[in-house]
């Protein structure tokens, strides 16, 4: 429907599993290596992801892995395997600080960074790593990597010209979406307005294929096609100066993502919240991160670095989120 079809499937989707394939207790906690807190709550995040702990732990990567060097899907496999297989209570996420340039040019060892980059870059080096060995890889097919099969979906873009009621429709493919909070108190209120249509005038007009000039145009995005894991940044920067946008957003343990579709006809799309990210401080540009996550054996933990500590979802439901995690 408009999207091209890959001419190759890297990872089938069949082979997906989304149930914890072992349960048990949660794994160590993590040494904060100077100012690595952002660093340490993906680590976290990632390996209580799981569909991707499955295919970690299964070693199905490294089995098969040609890449020379840096391979993000090697170090988080062996960083899984550390976490959720050792006894140790606490564990040094040294590989990946050592290859922190490698990740993301913008990281350094001895700075705060920002948990969302940390997240966005991560994903995008995983993803790269499991491209490695596929040479002339068409664009679509590049949506089928195992990373895109967990936390991949597609956006469409629907601009209708307001002077010929023309439509042009596009496709992008996420593994995150950014929402605005400056108005919305809660998650459901910021995908409302997320897929609310916006006029396209003055300098961001539209150029109408049909009228042949630039026009005034309306555009609605709307999730297209859904990821199975759906993961959620509330957008806390009020602006360049780091000032920080520090309200209570609500959010549920239980999402239907069937309204913010293009088709809204149809069976509720429901995913449950796994993990989530805080961020603490006056701005942005300090403070601490630490997260929640849901171990396999289906309670909830608050982990702030070396500490994992049992707590229960009505904590979990009340804090600053700043990035949100929901498995289908």
């Known amino acids: 429907e408009g999207m091209a079809l890959p001419q190759r499937i890297l990872f089938p989707p069949e082979e997906i599993c989304m ?10 906690g993590l040494c904060n290596l100077g100012s690595t807190c952002y660093i340490n709550v993906i680590l976290q995040c990632l390996t209580y992801t799981p569909p991707l702990a499955n295919y970690l732990l299964s070693r199905d990567h490294s089995q098969l892995c040609h890449q020379q060097g840096f391979c993000m899907m090697c170090i988080m496999e062996a960083h899984v395997r550390k976490v959720l297989r050792s006894s140790a209570r606490v564990i040094w996420p040294r590989a990946v600080v050592r290859d922190l340039k490698f990740i993301g040019e913008e990281f350094e060892p001895d700075v705060a960074g920002d948990a969302y980059e940390f997240l966005r870059c991560a994903l995008e080096a995983m993803h790269r790593a499991c491209l490695s060995g596929s040479s002339n890889v068409d664009i ?106 520090s309200k209570i957003v609500e959010y549920p343990e239980y999402l239907d993502l069937r309204p913010y579709m293009s088709d809204t006809a149809g069976e509720p799309l429901l995913y449950s ?21 849901k ?14 500590d049992n707590c229960g979802i009505h904590a979990v439901l009340r804090q600053q989120a700043y990035l949100l995690f929901y498995a289908r």
């Open 295 to 308: 171990a396999s054996n289906g309670l909830w933990y608050k982990m702030d670095d070396e500490s994992v």
């Open 19 to 28: 149930d914890w394939q072992q349960r048990q207790r949660p794994g160590a």
């Open 140 to 245: 679509s097919s590049q949506t089928t990597t195992i990373i895109h099969q967990i936390f991949g979906g597609f956006l469409k873009s629907r601009v209708t010209c307001l002077r010929c009621q023309a439509v042009s429709d596009s496709y992008k493919a996420f593994l995150h979406v950014l929402l605005d909070i400056k108005a919305p108190s809660s998650l459901t209120t910021a995908l409302e307005d997320f897929v609310t249509s916006k006029n396209l005038d003055g300098k961001y007009c539209f150029k109408c294929s049909k009228c042949e000039k630039k026009v005034t145009a309306s555009k609605r995005v709307t999730v297209h096609r859904v990821p199975n894991v759906f993961t959620v940044c509330l957008e806390r920067a009020a602006d360049h100066t780091g000032k920080k946008i």
């Open 273 to 293: 919240l796994y993990a989530l990210v805080v961020h603490s401080g006056d701005t942005c540009l300090d403070g601490h991160f630490f997260c929640y996550t």
